[in-house]
């Protein structure tokens, strides 16, 4: 027997791991593919887009709702993060019905000890996102490690918003021979261009209006790519936010799309993208852009 609870709308919702695993095996066979979707809640377009996009390549989908404290570096943040668990039923619901949900409590992924495990990501860790959220990536290695062994899923997909994620996900994925594909899916967008994010929701509607600044600064760096360094690329981009106070830029950076290292000197053979991450009103917001 295990804990099965089905909500109002007749969906599988496991809140323990143990009992998600058995309810796993029993539907398991041979050539039963898993899709798997780790999501920290505040369900939008983009999840969504995740899990039609598993839902075409697998036999199964499950979905994890799990706000996860350990990559959190900045505890308002954490407290902040919108906690939504029916509203993201409903939604994956309406897109359907036989995706399995997994909205673990803290204690059963972390069973008392709510600490990150230390990585190792060839470097990868060390730029943009890991140089200003110290420990965040460890808390993500830790978390979606952790989730792959309890859901174990065949193919797992993540957003390529957060690029750098991916690539660390991707890379923590090879180092521990975990059999699991890992798909990059292409960023959703809001109608006037700003990268969808849970975090929007937190923006005020004229805020959430001029943010489309962010994207808009990034497709004209791709522009200015073809003919100007990307030194001058980037100075080019903080004079942008010098004159918007209403944006504070924490960091914008042309890097190289495997290494994630800066782009120093152009070379023809390597493909780059360039990375931004802007607070409006204590509301951080990240975005990227492939450089072709
Ligand atoms: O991208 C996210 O929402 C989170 O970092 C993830 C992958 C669900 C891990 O908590």
């Not at 808009?216 to 001058?232: I, P, R, V, Y």
Request: charged fraction near 20%; charge should be neutral.
């Amino acid at each position: 027997m295990f804990a099965v609870n089905f909500n109002k709308i007749a969906m599988p919702i496991f809140y323990g791991k143990a009992a998600l695993m058995t309810f796993l095996k029993s539907i398991e066979n041979r050539n039963t593919t898993i899709g798997f979707v780790p999501t920290m809640g505040a369900l939008h377009q983009g999840h969504l887009s995740l899990m039609q996009q598993s839902l075409n390549d697998n036999q199964k989908t499950v979905v994890s709702i799990f706000v996860n404290p350990t990559q959190f570096n900045n505890p308002e943040d954490l407290s902040k993060y919108p906690r939504t668990l029916e509203a993201d039923t409903k939604k994956i619901a309406d897109l359907n019905l036989d995706i399995i949900i997994y909205a673990p409590s803290v204690d059963d992924i972390y069973e008392g000890n709510v600490n990150s495990d230390s990585f190792n990501f060839d470097g990868l860790e060390n730029q943009m996102e890991g140089k200003f959220r110290p420990g965040h990536f460890d808390g993500v290695g830790t978390i979606v490690k952790r989730l792959f062994e309890i859901v174990t899923p065949t193919n797992a997909y993540f957003g390529e918003k957060d690029f750098q994620q991916l690539q660390i996900v991707k890379k923590m994925t090879q180092k521990n021979h975990l059999p699991v594909n890992i798909i990059g899916c292409p960023i959703y967008r809001e109608k006037n261009g700003l990268a969808m994010s849970s975090r929007n929701e937190r923006l005020t509607p004229e805020q959430r209006n001029t943010a489309s600044i962010i994207y808009k600064t990034l497709n004209n760096t791709s522009t200015l790519f073809q003919t100007k360094s990307a030194e001058e690329v980037t100075l080019w981009v903080n004079d942008v936010f010098k004159n918007h106070p209403t944006f504070e830029l924490e960091y914008f950076q042309i890097a190289e799309e495997d290494t994630l290292l800066p782009c120093i000197e152009k070379s023809v053979n390597k493909k780059y993208r360039a990375f931004i991450a802007v607070f409006v009103n204590n509301i951080r917001l990240i975005d990227t852009i492939s450089l072709k």
